[in-house]
């Protein structure tokens, strides 16, 4: 008799059914104008709306959308730098609800490494201070091994250690980059979510960034949740695409099925206005219509008001994400089988 199945193995992070919810308070004077017979309420924008996903250990998952679709904050969700309103994250099978003991331990494991090289570094620090501060802090290395410790950071992204005396106005963009990887990687991390982290580089500098984050994982086992607006970057870097659109997961998948063959519109017109990697003349179309605003999404399907395939049910009811094949899953009534 043949031995049962395997069970797959369990995520290195997974989020189960993640909203997150910000509100707009009245200030003083939209406070006093309702005193004074007003009807101006709360806003509320839904930045993310049920969101399920998980990342297997020494994966790279792509996670794109426009901007404004709430992949910024779902990275922070996964990061662990912002509650969610809803749902829940598990790390390696456990739920992270920060009571237990070993919740700083699992807040290390999970770093972020922001889009702004410049913004994201403390202008008053020197790079000894800003890589070896937080090593440091949390016991991984003695205050006397700071120097050293830090140097073979330095040198793993490919910095000079001579320079960690030296401020962060004094290096180049690409070079801050690169210092914001060695600040991360410092406090030996499993985990990495890069927020649109080569977006404000020059495109020859963006190569050599990415080509880094490929060898790192190598050398270092490292996880990716790789946030960009950018498909030819997800396309070289990822294993799986997640495409988001107003809070939703449209659509996700290995990334070369996702690139041959997309299924929902959405990814589709992404594609579409991206073309081919070969130099050659195409047709240019761009998505009809404009994003709906977060604190008015459509009903139904939020893509409905673009979609050249909408009908009166994508108006009326969300698409639930379904799976479409192996490994493959999307949000699109076109999927569901005729009644």
């Not at 080569?198 to 490292?222: E, G, H, K, W, Y």
């Not at 659509?251 to 690139?259: D, K, L, R, W």
């Not at 699109?332 to 009644?339: Q, S």
Request: overall charge positive; aromatic content about 6%.
């Amino acid at each position: 008799m043949a031995d049962a199945a395997a069970p797959p193995p369990t995520p290195l992070l997974e989020l189960r059914g993640i909203s997150k919810r910000f509100v707009k308070r009245l200030d003083l004077a939209e406070q006093i104008a309702n005193l004074a017979g007003a009807r101006i309420r709360e806003q509320t924008v839904e930045a993310v709306d049920r969101v399920d996903l998980a990342i297997a250990e020494g994966e790279v998952v792509g996670l794109v959308g426009e901007s404004g679709c709430g992949k910024s904050t779902l990275g922070r969700i996964a990061a662990g730098l912002l509650r969610p309103s809803d749902g829940e994250r598990y790390w390696r099978g456990a739920a992270c609800n920060g009571d237990e003991a070993s919740a700083r331990e699992r807040r290390l494991k999970m770093q972020m490494i922001f889009q702004d090289p410049f913004g994201s570094l403390n202008p008053r620090l020197t790079v000894l201070d800003i890589v070896g501060e937080a090593p440091v802090a949390h016991g991984l290395i003695g205050a006397r091994q700071q120097i050293e410790y830090v140097g073979l950071q330095l040198n793993r992204v490919g910095l000079d250690p001579t320079l960690m005396r030296r401020y962060p106005h004094q290096f180049s963009g690409g070079q801050r980059a690169r210092i914001g990887i060695a600040r991360a990687l410092a406090v030996k991390p499993e985990f990495l979510v890069c927020d649109e982290s080569i977006a404000a580089l020059d495109v020859s500098i963006q190569a050599q960034i990415l080509n880094l984050f490929m060898d790192l994982r190598v050398a270092l086992n490292l996880t990716y949740l790789f946030i960009s607006h950018n498909l030819r970057v997800v396309r070289h870097i990822s294993d799986r695409v997640a495409i988001m659109y107003l809070g939703r997961f449209v659509e996700s998948g290995p990334t070369a099925q996702i690139f041959a063959a997309p299924n929902h519109p959405y990814t589709q017109a992404l594609l579409a206005e991206v073309g081919d990697l070969k130099p050659k003349k195409k047709a240019f179309a761009a998505i009809r219509g404009e994003v709906a605003s977060p604190l008015a999404p459509p009903p139904g399907c939020h893509f409905n008001p673009r979609c050249p395939y909408a009908m009166d049910v994508c108006r009326e009811r969300a698409p639930a994400l379904r799976p479409i094949g192996p490994e493959r899953r999307s949000a699109c009534h076109l999927n569901e089988p005729e009644e």
